[in-house]
């Protein structure tokens, strides 16, 4: 028999569940749209560039993300829980402007940092103009993430996806008119794509939101910064080792044609972790606040992870050849192996995103930050010593064996701080 009491607490978290799945499912939905047309654009841009023009391509993108993570320094995910905390509108909107204006100084700053590295670093030597194209698009970037914070704590990134899926159709549609394809044109593309989808998200999505800065003494401000600086801190340390440092050290230590190749089978590998954030980011708000049915939840989503991990792995073990094939035709079958040995971090990466958002939900934003700085070490020692002696394959394993650690050492972390 079924205690009434527990029937009665089962039937409240699959009522708090639900509307985190429902996000999700909207958001997969979107994903398998946005991914195919993805897909597309990738297949068409390596077969119209080539694969020097597409490794330069990769490695622009690798770079740009980096300083993404920098302009938003932890705003979205702080904004995120520390507005959920807020039972009144008004103190939310009051709270979100004031994490826009936050968000846009940050961002100027680092658009001043990235045309430094635009200009000395030797890697953008032969793209300087493109790297600067890509460069300007962080203030669109920064916009959106403004507008998903509104989104993710409202529990509506059904709204959000509005954008998602407008950016691809649009790129693919305004480049497929052009008849000759440069790096340059591509960005160029991109970048009047990114604003037209980001104006019509915001229009079609009907949110209520204001701009208007108000006059606010300074400690607020500081208090924000001092939740968000660990945090912050932390998502430049894990975008260099998830992004950036294998790109970077491939380039230097082997070949642009290898990046181009690694490029590839970490897009497939980038597409295939994006479920588990999208549930993850949807639980989150519920993980933030005051809600009793917390823990039920939490093991329920770990339960939803290693399940849809695993389904994942195998399925795209089996069909990788296909998918690479498919996606850059001739001259990447190294991808296909590239993938595989990727896939073996697929569980790790998982439950990593539970955990490491369950922590920031507990406001341990700070212990978040040492385990960067570890997990940082080790990523940059490993593709040193690896990618030395194995080449790109050497950095394919180091994300494996970097993901196992950042997640056993957030597993540890969270029995701790029980």
């Not at 509005?162 to 960005?187: E, H, M, N, Y």
């Not at 050497?394 to 957030?410: I, K, N, Q, R, Y």
């Amino acid at each position: 028999m079924v205690n009434g009491d527990n029937a009665g607490g089962g039937y409240k978290i699959k009522r708090v569940l639900r509307k985190p799945i429902l996000n999700t499912v909207v958001q997969i939905v979107a994903k398998l749209i946005t991914g195919l047309l993805g897909l597309v654009i990738t297949g068409w841009l390596i077969r119209k560039l080539g694969v020097k023009a597409y490794g330069q391509f990769t490695l622009i993108a690798a770079v740009m993300i980096l300083l993404d993570a920098l302009a938003d320094f932890g705003s979205k995910i702080v904004g995120v829980r520390e507005i959920a905390g807020k039972t009144e509108e008004e103190e939310k909107q009051k709270l979100w402007r004031r994490i826009w204006w936050l968000r846009l100084k940050l961002t100027t700053a680092t658009f001043v940092l990235g045309l430094g590295l635009v200009v000395f670093w030797g890697g953008f030597k032969e793209i300087k103009l493109e790297a600067l194209v890509a460069l300007s698009m962080i203030f669109l970037t920064t916009m959106a993430g403004s507008m998903e914070i509104v989104f993710q704590e409202k529990l509506r990134m059904d709204l959000k996806v509005i954008g998602d899926i407008l950016l691809p159709l649009l790129f693919l549609g305004l480049l497929w008119r052009l008849s000759k394809i440069t790096l340059l044109t591509v960005l160029g593309v991109y970048w009047i794509a990114r604003l037209i989808s980001l104006l019509a998200a915001i229009r079609l999505a009907a949110v209520k939101i204001s701009f208007k800065r108000e006059n606010e003494k300074g400690g607020k401000v500081m208090e924000l910064l001092k939740e968000m600086w660990p945090m912050g801190v932390y998502l430049i340390i894990f975008t260099a080792y998830d992004r950036a440092v294998d790109s970077m050290m491939i380039e230097r230590m082997v070949g642009i044609r290898e990046v181009a190749w690694y490029g590839v089978a970490y897009k497939v590998y980038g597409v295939l972790l994006q479920p588990a954030y999208f549930l993850v980011t949807s639980v989150f708000p519920i993980l933030s606040s005051n809600n009793q049915e917390k823990r039920k939840l939490f093991i329920m989503t770990t339960g939803l992870l290693i399940a849809g991990g695993l389904g994942v792995t195998g399925i795209a073990w089996w069909l990788a050849p296909t998918v690479i094939s498919l996606l850059a035709g001739g001259g990447f079958s190294e991808s296909v192996e590239l993938l595989r040995i990727l896939l073996m971090a697929v569980i790790f990466s998982y439950l990593g995103h539970l955990f490491g958002f369950s922590l920031i939900s507990r406001r341990q934003q700070k212990k978040m930050l040492f385990l960067g700085l570890k997990v940082l070490v080790f990523n940059v020692g490993f593709n040193w010593f690896l990618i030395g002696r194995m080449g790109v394959y050497g950095a394919a394993w180091v994300t494996v064996l970097t993901e196992a650690l950042a997640c056993s050492l957030m597993a540890v972390s969270l029995v701790k701080g029980r």
